[in-house]
């Protein structure tokens, strides 16, 4: 049995990876399950977004691999905001994926954020409260997500995590054309 455990409890997290491993495998198991990021609840550039999504993979898979699965697969979805240098502040999120002690992290397309947004942001605001507040949404980060709400309903958060953790998968997929260099990182680092 192939045993998924996405890093979290989001519908909006675990939904699109049951969706792509349905196609890969319709039998495989996809569980969502509360793991710690070991960042702020709000990730402030690719960094620290990046170590959120690791580190949420990484205690997924252990956690599958507890439970003696065949295949144990741990997915990380992890949120953040970069703020360039002409100071615009951009969405964007990073896909980790780990199995068989490898590990391939891919950062998703980007969008712009309003101006009073990111100030909140840089204020210490996590962004879907932020977007809440601004538009009088209720939870709006477990349902179509900031991506959905500022792009009228033409792109949604589920979307961008769905072709992330496509393009992840794809060394996964492809293991014998990958196989001559090195994964994202080899071994785990947790928290």
């Known amino acids: 049995m192939r045993l998924v455990i996405v890093g979290s409890q989001n519908p909006a997290k675990v939904r699109p990876v049951q969706e792509v491993f349905a196609k890969l495998e319709p039998e495989a198991v996809i569980v969502?399950?509360?793991?710690?990021?070991?960042?702020?609840d709000q990730p402030l550039?690719?960094?620290e977004t990046r170590r959120g999504a690791v580190n949420r993979a990484w205690a997924a898979v252990h956690i599958a691999e507890a439970q003696q699965a065949e295949e144990a697969w741990g997915v990380g979805l992890e949120g953040g905001v970069r703020i360039d240098d002409a100071g615009n502040g951009w969405l964007f999120?990073?896909?980790a994926v780990a199995h068989s002690g490898k590990l391939e992290t891919v950062r998703t397309a980007e969008m712009r954020l309003p101006p009073p947004v990111l100030a909140r942001v840089q204020g210490g605001e996590e962004l879907g409260s932020v977007m809440d507040d601004?538009?009088?949404?209720?939870d709006v980060k477990r349902g179509v997500g900031s991506v959905g709400v500022l792009t009228g309903g033409l792109a949604d958060r589920a979307d961008?995590?769905?072709l992330g953790l496509a393009l992840a998968l794809a060394p996964f997929l492809n293991a014998e054309l990958y196989s001559s260099?090195?994964?994202d990182t080899q071994t785990p680092s947790m928290l």
């Not at 509360?34 to 960042?39: A, D, E, H, I, K």
């Not at 601004?134 to 209720?138: E, H, I, K």
Request: proline content about 12%.
């Open 32 to 40: 969502g399950q509360n793991v710690p990021s070991g960042v702020p």
């Open 45 to 47: 550039g690719e960094e």
């Open 93 to 95: 999120g990073i896909v």
């Open 134 to 138: 601004l538009l009088g949404t209720v």
């Open 160 to 162: 961008v995590w769905r």
């Open 181 to 183: 260099g090195p994964s």
